[in-house]
């Protein structure tokens, strides 16, 4: 039995929740490993709506869930979405949360620089300005605050006043006020005992769950092409959010995130800024935005919208080794007459089968379409691929031969039983 990984192989908002949901159903532990609370995940289980960003998605179905040393978190934000949660029902104990000891924490300056710099910036990258961006710059600079870091005050004092040495003249640049060292040190205080009641060496919980022989779900935070080494750079996240990154951001090795599955959506949407070529701003698009509710869920801005772009997704499945992927969203599609499929660029005079690494050549990219026949029956809540028409057949087999990984999971609806299993990722 494998290990799953499960990855969104766009830009993010594929349906990961759901899936990762699903899978919970045959795991033992879930694991957060990257991002932070700019991500979110919708579950909805027997009518009731889950909405996490930090949390694991784990924690609905009362599995071990893990908050890996890879992510970034906002200890007051965390604490919120507990308390939320908590209110639908859902107790989170540190039996059940389990908070890496080595984990950068988000601070308010953090939040402050990146709102700030949003706000001044003649290119916008189109950030949620909830400070994940300056708290990486923080981790990979060597002066980041981290959870362990609560236990012992003493030792905290002198690294607040490391750390706001560094933030000082950036603050004076963008025209904000210093930050108090005292008044940090205080608001880290008040919040210490109740981040500290879920703080463990997470790698070890992990290992010992290895050894032990359970299954192991890691849940990825965004989509592949939002990596800050492979996405759509500089319009991208500030953490590798491909599948590599499962092993560094938990602490396991890299035999232990297992099976790769990507998340594909049956159609093509982003937030924010960036290079959007398949982007759609007819009536398809609106179609696509309305009835697939597309809006972000943590932030609330609404997703732009455009046919299925096969280039990408090739380009995901390679650099995230994805061995199958769940496909979500087709239902979305239902009562279109034609459909697209993008399966190169033209870039110039240049005919080209990948996404370059050039900011102007992204820009650039014209999307070379392929049509199908679209049907007009309805595919939401099938729950066996033999209830799907021939259209919707056809367009499910040539997704996989263009992206080059088969269909291991097809979702219908956002509920959590409308999947079709086609192969179970934890059986390899």
Known sequence: MANVTVVGAQWGDEGKGKIVDWLSNRADVVVRFQGGHNAGHTLVVDGKVYKLALLPSGVVQGKTSVIGNGVVVDPWHLLTEIG???DQGVNITPELLVLADNATLILPLHRDLDQARE????QKIGTTGRGIGPAYEDKVGRRAIRVADLADPEALKPKIERLLSH???LRRGLGLPDADAGQLFDQLMEIAPKMLAYAQPAWRVLDQAKKAGRRILFEGAQGALLDVDHGTYPFVTSSNTVAGQAAAGSGMGPKGPGYVLGIVKAYTTRVGEGPFACELSDEVGTHLSTVGREVG?????????GWFDAVLVRQSVAINGIDGIALTKLDVLDGLETLKICVGYKIGDKVVDYLPAGMRDQAAAEPIYEEMEGWSE???GARSFKDLNANAIKYVRRVEELIGAPVALLSTSPERDDTILMRDPFEG
């Open 378 to 380: 309805s595919t939401a």
């Open 84 to 86: 939320k949660i908590a």
């Open 297 to 305: 869920v943590n932030t609330g801005r609404p997703r732009r919208c």
């Open 119 to 122: 706000a001044a910036s003649s």
């Open 167 to 169: 933030h000082g003249a």
